[in-house]
């Protein structure tokens, strides 16, 4: 049962994001969490630990990103 939690609930976290990113509502993905709690915490919990991991990665990537774009132009204007 776990995995199904887990599978629907980074599901859920990955259209919240995408969702809140399109919208503007940063607070779209807490709302979400907090609906969620009112009826399963579990699925409360699954669903925040996916959005936070899926979060991180995402500004991960994006410090990556920056940082290629920046040596890149380094490079260019050398």
């Known amino acids: 049962m776990s995995a199904i939690i887990d599978k629907l609930a980074d599901d859920l976290a990955?259209?919240?994001i995408e969702a809140?990113?399109?919208l503007g509502d940063e607070e779209l993905v807490v709302d979400i969490g907090k609906h969620l709690a009112s009826s399963s915490t579990t699925a409360e919990e699954a669903f925040m630990t996916a959005a936070r991991v899926r979060m991180a990665l995402i500004r991960a990537r994006k410090l990556l990103?920056?940082?290629i774009d920046a040596?890149?132009?380094k490079?260019?204007?050398e």
């Open 14 to 16: 990955k259209d919240a």
């Open 75 to 77: 490079l260019d204007a």
């Open 20 to 22: 809140a990113t399109a």
């Open 65 to 67: 990103e920056d940082r």
């Open 71 to 73: 040596a890149a132009a």
